[in-house]
């Protein structure tokens, strides 16, 4: 008899559990050479957001910086909302409000006018300007629309001021990538232009995150911070997406925090980059290594047991510092937490979802607690997913096969756990809500966009400490799915 057979007194098991969605008995089988995405023109409900939003991201995260959107009002309407949605913080973001005059003449002179705007009205100590689909398809010679817009702007306010102000374009075409690779290319834009060499090393590490949320960069600043180890973070949101409400504010809004310009510069003398999520930060370490010498380590994902070790021990063997007893002490909190509940997470079924770097971390990390993964999808298709995640299944020794999509959507992965015998936990972002209602399977929140929930964009999931929370998470869930009614107080 299954769990949910066993009669309660009084309520009926349907009754506790009134909120879900039950699985239609009318669900019609789907032809199935439709169902793989690559065999479809269309995609269907995406597991993946827009490039030029990862380039915004990455540009809020510096110090005093608004992004300039090269593009219609829209491109920037729907990040800054997502934005709100996600982090519950306003986003300053300009936008050139291309119109059809635009897209027949080009946005010389919305690019010209919009930066003399956005200067003379916000004073930025940066400008990142961000393209769109319809500027990369008009063909906007962006570099010379620059330099032209500079020239106003000395003409204006005088030489100085104006070239005070640095001005870092970053092309993202949408139509060729994601969010990602927003994120991707914003970091290389960035060192390529700001990066400058020195006299002498700095004797610091500059840690690219990639799209981590706040509460991800405080756990990362505190390993650095137990490590003795400096640190430059490129891109550092974590104040100005979760900024304190410290009235009274100046106008123009200025978030807190954010990667001070002049530490962007001095990328080019540190020690080493660590891109901790190779798809979103890859492009700017490695640009460092080639251009400056700047060793680039690339991965894994800090996340879980493994994860945080391999990110310590380089860290340690670039640095010459040893991993001190604090971070040793938290590591074994979590292999406690592990051997304390490993019962109810071994052989669980599990499917994760979301960006590539996210559904790597978090695989390896299930796989540590006993967990099987019947199906790993990751919203951005990439050279390397494949292959990583082919590694870690064959480290844990698991020979489950799981379905591994490359990019894809999520009409395909729901059509896959639809036919399957077994599924006790998704793990993923919002959107794969509908799928866990459908699936009456629960859903432990991981990764972007979150934003149905309140508060886990200040919750780590890297680190030994993120680990536990993401443990904790986990567990819960399936608890809370398994023993709704509270029935086992001995658990
Ligand atoms: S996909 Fe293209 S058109 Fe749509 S919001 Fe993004 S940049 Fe704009």
Known sequence: M???????????????????????????????????????????????????????????????AIPFVQGAQGCTTYVRYTFCRVFKEPATIATASFHEDAAVFGGRRNLVEGLRNLVVRYWPKLIGVVTTCSSEIIGDDMVSFIKMARARLRQEIGAEKADRIP???????????SHVEGYDRASRAFVETLATVKDKPNGKVNIIPGLLYPGDIREIKHLLRHMGVEGIVLFDISDPLDAPLRPPQKFPYEPPGGTPVEQIRDMANSLATFALQPHSGQAGARYLERKYGVRAVVGPPPVGVQGTDEFLSTLS??????????????RGR??????????????????IMGDPD???????????????????????????FEHSMGEILAEAGYTGNPLILNGGDLFEFEEYLKKQPRLDLIIGNSKAVDISRELQVPLVRVGFPIYDRFGYQKRPIVGYRGGEILLAEIVNSILGHQYPDDRTHQL
Request: proline share 9%; charged share 20%.
């Open 358 to 384: 996210v559904v790597l971390g978090v695989t390896r990390f299930v796989l540590e607690m006993g967990m099987e993964p019947v199906a790993l999808a990751g919203g951005t298709a990439s050279k390397t």
């Open 2 to 64: 299954r769990l949910n057979e066993i009669p309660v007194e009084g309520i009926p098991y349907d009754q506790l559990k009134i909120e879900k969605i039950p699985c239609t008995p009318a669900y019609i089988e789907r032809a199935p050479e439709l169902v793989p995405a690559r065999a479809r023109t269309v995609v269907i409900n995406p597991n993946r957001t827009c490039m030029p939003l990862g380039a915004m991201w990455a540009v809020l995260g510096v110090h005093g």
């Open 317 to 330: 063997a670039i640095t010459g510092k040893p991993i001190p007893e604090t971070l040793l002490d938290e």
């Open 167 to 177: 001005i870092v374009l970053v092309n993202t075409p949408s139509f060729a990538g």
């Open 334 to 351: 979590l292999v406690d937490s592990l051997a304390d509940t490993f019962h109810h997470t071994m052989m669980k079924k599990v499917a």
